[in-house]
């Protein structure tokens, strides 16, 4: 296992906990249904984590990774039927790195 994409466990519990909470800060902003700044906070982690995972996995996958951290999906069950198993899982992990990075967590 490759040391430079090693992320602490309560780390990666959290990464996982706002990729799968994405899509509702995302309607939140949208819809402007909270306070104003509130929306500020939710946009600051939303264009952080997605430019995150686009920066490791592109803009064409990045969206399906973010989906695959918060719903703690593998490749079996994943959309990526166009990637190999061993690039997807390289990627996830650089993915879920990246994010840590961007919203300084390591």
């Not at 706002?18 to 899509?23: F, I, M, N, Q, V």
């Not at 402007?32 to 600051?44: C, K, L």
């Not at 997807?88 to 990246?98: A, I, L």
């Amino acid at each position: 296992m490759h040391n430079e994409f090693l992320i602490p466990d309560g780390v990666e519990t959290l990464i996982v906990a706002l990729c799968a909470d994405y899509s509702r800060r995302a309607e939140v902003i949208c819809n402007r249904t909270a306070p104003y700044n509130v929306i500020m906070e939710y946009r600051f982690l939303n264009y952080r984590i997605m430019n995150a995972a686009i920066e490791a996995a592109g803009p064409h996958d990045a969206m399906l990774y973010i989906q695959d951290i918060g719903g703690n999906i593998g490749y079996a069950s994943s959309d990526a039927f166009h990637i190999s198993e061993r690039t997807y899982k390289r990627r996830k992990k650089e993915v879920k790195y990246n994010i840590a990075r961007r919203l300084s967590l390591i």
